[in-house]
């Protein structure tokens, strides 16, 4: 038996949306200092180099044991309400990511 309750689509949080260069060394970035949103949209720009993502404190960093996104992907990944800081670490160069908080599938 499927519930019944439906989805909300992804509702951005408009202009908190920040375009990092990943590097292979990992760096973090604020993106929901007041710990409101429960979801992100990232988008791995390059065409070629895997990134690494996650969210968490300010001293989060990402690891290759962390989520993947694919080369020229785009994914809505939730994250815990009191993360407040982003992650990414690439596998080479520097690609750039898209990331933007918000509510919603």
């Known amino acids: 038996n499927m519930s019944s309750k439906k989805e909300q689509a992804f509702g951005p949080t408009w202009g908190k949306g920040q375009t990092i260069a990943s590097a292979v060394t990992t760096a973090n970035v604020v993106i929901d200092a007041s710990g409101k949103q429960e979801n992100l949209v990232v988008t791995n720009k390059d065409a070629s180099i895997l990134v690494y993502v996650a969210t968490g404190s300010s001293s989060v960093t990402a690891s290759t044991a962390d989520y993947l996104v694919l080369p ?3 994914v809505t990944m ?3 309400l009191d993360h407040t800081h982003f992650a990414t670490i690439s596998a080479s ?4 990511i898209h990331v933007i908080p918000g ?3």
């Open 72 to 74: 020229g992907t785009q």
């Open 103 to 105: 509510r919603g599938l």
């Open 78 to 80: 939730s994250k815990n």
């Open 93 to 96: 160069g520097t690609p750039s």
